[in-house]
T-cell receptor, first 116, second 116 residues
Framework: SAVISQKPSRDICQRGTSLTIQCQVDSQVTMMFWYRQQPGQSLTLIATANQGSEATYESGFVIDKFPISRPNLTFSTLTVSNMSPEDSSIYLC?????????????FGQGTRLTVV | AQKVTQAQTEISVVEKEDVTLDCVYETRDTTYYLFWYKQPPSGELVFLIRRNSFDEQNEISGRYSWNFQKSTSSFNFTITASQVVDSAVYFCALWGPTGGGNKLTFGTGTQLKVEL
């Protein structure tokens, strides 16, 4: 299993500012995933972060808006840039269990972001 | 492409009632994995079960049971003798190596409310 620590757990931010969310895993993992969950909605994958390479973004998400860093095998950050109220969501970091296949996807406790 | 459908948006039951949450999926992969997660009001995602496509055995864990039927592409979740603490949003998810692009696809979730 993996234990994921995500910081901050919640924040209220002014529009136009940026917030960086940190994700720390207690073991080395190849891929880390960032999800967004808008109010009352399901989880949507933002991007996959691999150590040593640029993140791979899903359709509808761009690096300028959601820059991601992956400096080592246990840590990643997601920045929400130039925020607007539409960015108010829960942002979750996730890692997967061993390959092949998937034993489990582990999630951080999420960052609840409110943009005012 | 793969898809997960949770047709029940919200279910309300009285404590001690049994409740079944439906999940129907679509995938072209022959090997895939199905998951159920619980998201309580605090926001974290709690892993409940993983089932691979070759294992159609039903599973029971305490008050929880899962019915996997490949013939109908369904993976339903039943809570027996529901309790107030079961109140949460429940997500069904699918992982497939090809059709899913090696990532989890979530359903839209079912909000379960258990009342006294």
């Amino acid at each position: 299993s993996a234990v994921i620590s995500q910081k901050p757990s919640r924040d209220i931010c002014q529009r136009g500012t940026s917030l960086t969310i940190q994700c720390q895993v207690d073991s080395q993992v190849t891929m880390m995933f960032w999800y967004r969950q808008q109010p009352g909605q399901s989880l949507t994958l933002i991007a996959t972060a691999n150590q040593g390479s640029e993140a791979t973004y899903e359709s509808g998400f761009v690096i300028d808006k959601f820059p991601i860093s992956r400096p080592n095998l246990t840590f990643s950050t997601l920045t929400v840039s130039n925020m607007s109220p539409e960015d108010s969501s829960i942002y979750l970091c996730s890692v997967e269990g061993q390959a092949p296949g998937l034993t489990e996807a582990f999630f951080g406790q999420g960052t609840r972001l409110t943009v005012v | 492409a793969q898809k997960v459908t949770q047709a029940q948006t919200e279910i309300s039951v009285v404590e001690k009632e049994d409740v079944t949450l439906d999940c129907v999926y679509e995938t072209r992969d022959t090997t895939y994995y199905l998951f159920w997660y619980k998201q309580p009001p605090s926001g974290e995602l709690v892993f409940l079960i993983r089932r691979n496509s070759f294992d159609e055995q039903n599973e029971i864990s305490g008050r929880y049971s899962w019915n996997f039927q490949k013939s109908t592409s369904s993976f339903n979740f039943t809570i027996t003798a529901s309790q107030v603490v079961d109140s949460a949003v429940y997500f069904c998810a699918l992982w497939g190596p090809t059709g899913g692009g090696n990532k989890l696809t979530f359903g839209t979730g079912t909000q379960l409310k258990v009342e006294l």
